[in-house]
């Protein structure tokens, strides 16, 4: 007897003969890209989406064969992604934030600048026993510095009061001004 197929959700599921089986599924694309082990992200962060994406297949597989072939999959895009041996890599451990919850910890956002540079960060304040965290943003994109549509538009000013801006601000005002009287006489005659 034929089975009933279905794919949704990362999950693929077969009725044959009575029995459900799933094992996890990944949508046949031409680019199979997860999280390209170069791109601008710490290695927590890589390593913790590689486990996800072992987590998902175990639990969406209904046999031990059909979480062989789950597994396999997983292993063909992290290599496509350039992970050379993936079951290894999630394998590493990762930094451990630490349990005193009765310390006042204060968040420090840096741009990311590389693995080694957040790593001797990390380690500079597990050494130094500070109550930071550290958290690494993305830096700004060169694309979007270059290909920003209109970046002369908003002048900004990184202090609070400045007489430079000030200044500006109120020349722009003034024009404004001036353009608005000069339109009303021009509708009064």
Do not use: W
């Not at 486990?51 to 297949?57: I, K, L």
């Amino acid at each position: 007897s034929s089975g009933i197929n279905a794919e949704y959700g990362g999950s693929a599921v077969r009725v044959h003969n009575g029995v459900v089986e799933s094992k996890f599924y990944r949508k046949k694309t031409r680019k199979d890209i997860a999280l390209y082990h170069r791109l601008h992200h710490p290695l927590v962060t890589k390593i913790q989406t590689a486990r996800n994406f072992y987590s998902t297949a175990e639990q969406s597989s209904s046999s031990a064969e059909l979480l062989e072939q789950s597994f396999e999959i997983v292993d063909r895009l992290l290599v496509a992604n350039g992970y050379e041996n993936p079951r290894e890599f999630v394998k590493r451990r990762t930094p451990r934030k630490p349990t005193n919850k009765t310390e006042t910890r204060v968040c420090l956002k840096l741009p990311y600048v590389s693995e080694t540079v957040s790593c001797e960060i990390r380690k500079f304040i597990v050494r130094k026993s500070l109550p930071i965290d550290l958290v690494c943003t993305p830096g700004i994109k060169l694309r979007s510095v270059l290909c920003s549509s209109r970046p002369e538009d908003k002048p900004s000013c990184s202090r609070d009061v400045c007489k430079i801006c000030r200044g500006l601000q109120a020349e722009e005002m003034e024009k404004k001004k001036v353009g608005e009287e000069e339109k009303k006489k021009k509708k009064k005659k």
